[in-house]
């Protein structure tokens, strides 16, 4: 055990090494993410409420009538997006990889009446064809897959809309990297976020200048085990996400701050994407 922790800690990682841990469906883990989620004031799982509810509202406009629609919520977590938008009037499927946010989606939805198709599933397995009138990939996922993975779910997404069908997603922009400056942090708890039993985290953020990368890295000691979570990101600048998109077969591509419709600034943290079948 001692080797592999040293193995992590004496070198900086490969661009897009892996983890050793599965991280979105991790029973500890996927608790503490559905506590986040669900906290309408703490921006950490999911936005802030408020900001939600206006990327709703500004989403849902370009469309003159949205009853009938139909909408792939592509990493959906507990589903406050899409019980939203089932709320406008779209007929909404939700794909997520964390059982437990699929369960509570799955039960909320029951409770509040909502006719929404949750999935718990990767959505890069997805394999659908000229389905959804609207597909969204927001809260800055894109980033977090590799080049390959990001090819792929472009490719999935152009199959699954149908002709004329809209993408919205976001990223991150060079303007994150304030938020995650390069570091090293070691604590101890007896329990938490990471791990229900006492255990040591040593935090790590790296940045990958020439690859316009960040990574956050969560290195979890337990008193019979080392677990390392690599949490990737890629920074996009309007250039780099047209190439991606536009290599996908897209047209029509429109860019904004964020997914509330913001004009694009280079002020921003974020970038929005809006591309058409």
């Not at 406008?88 to 059982?99: C, L, N, P, R």
């Not at 959804?132 to 990001?150: A, H, K, Q, W």
């Not at 701050?257 to 002020?267: F, P, Q, T």
């Amino acid at each position: 055990m001692y080797e592999n922790i040293l193995d992590c800690l004496k070198n900086k990682p490969q661009l897009y090494e892996p983890s050793t841990a599965p991280f979105w469906d991790d029973e500890n883990i996927s608790r503490y993410m559905l506590d986040a989620h669900l906290n309408p004031s703490v921006e950490a799982a999911s936005r802030q409420l408020d900001f939600i509810k206006e990327s709703v509202e500004w989403i849902s406009s370009m469309f003159k009538i949205t009853s009938g629609k139909k909408l792939l919520d592509l990493g959906c977590g507990p589903g406050i997006y899409a019980e939203l938008f089932a709320e406008k009037g779209f007929e909404v499927t939700g794909i997520d990889f964390s059982k437990r946010s699929i369960e509570y989606a799955i039960a909320n939805a029951g409770l509040n009446g909502k006719n929404i198709d949750y999935i718990y599933k990767n959505y890069l397995d997805i394999d659908y064809r000229n389905e959804f009138d609207l597909i969204t990939l927001i809260y800055c996922d894109f980033g977090v897959l590799s080049p390959n993975e990001r090819t792929t779910v472009l490719c999935k997404i152009m199959n699954a809309l149908k002709p004329g069908g809209i993408l919205i997603l976001d990223g991150f922009t060079n303007n994150q990297l304030s938020d995650v400056p390069e570091k090293q942090d070691l604590y101890y708890a007896d329990a938490g976020f990471w791990c229900s039993k006492p255990h040591v985290c040593i935090q790590r953020n790296y940045h990958y200048i020439e690859t316009k990368n960040y990574l956050e890295q969560y290195l979890i000691i337990k008193e019979d085990s080392c677990d390392c979570y690599n949490i990737w990101n890629q920074l996009f600048t309007m250039e780099s996400l047209l190439d991606e998109i536009k290599s996908a077969g897209f047209e029509n591509i429109t860019f904004y701050d964020d997914v509330c419709g913001k004009k694009l600034s280079d002020k921003s943290k974020t970038i929005c994407a809006v591309a058409q079948k």
